[in-house]
């Protein structure tokens, strides 16, 4: 499988983008769509994930604001970010896997097989 990110962008505080990540060569439905986010200095950390029968996690920080989608006819994620902080700044990642309904594996990067190649957002204040 092969993923494509897209969306970042410079967008003051408050603000809004919506990220995409188009998925080519594999049987998109069958796999969880993840998302992560790398800030300067900071370990990646898990964003939102969206299973492939549809039921969606989020991270605390970004409950009420963020919200990932799919479309499996599109082959693609989205992972809309609404009133975005200054510490949303990072480049974000889309990923894909057939994660365990095990404990909290959809949180490590370790569990997903297939990566994008980042986006960057960038928030101002």
């Known amino acids: 499988v092969q993923l494509q990110a897209s969306g970042g962008g410079l967008v003051q505080a408050g603000g809004s983008l919506r990220l995409s990540c188009a998925a080519s060569?594999?049987?998109?439905?069958?796999?969880?769509m993840g998302w992560f986010r790398q800030a300067p200095g900071k370990e990646r950390e898990f964003v939102a994930l969206?299973?492939?029968?549809?039921?969606?996690y989020y991270t605390d920080s970004v409950k009420g604001r963020f919200t990932s989608s799919r479309d499996n006819v599109k082959n693609t994620a989205y992972l809309q970010m609404n009133s975005l902080k200054p510490d949303d700044t990072a480049v974000y990642y889309c990923?894909?896997?057939?994660?365990?309904?095990?404990?909290?594996?959809?949180?490590?990067?370790?569990?997903?097989?297939?990566w994008g190649q980042g986006t960057q957002v960038t928030v101002s204040s």
């Open positions: 060569g594999g049987a998109f439905p069958r796999y969880d």
């Open positions: 969206t299973r492939s029968g549809g039921s969606t």
């Open positions: 990923a894909a896997g057939r994660i365990p309904y095990v404990a909290s594996y959809y949180r490590s990067s370790n569990t997903y097989d297939y």
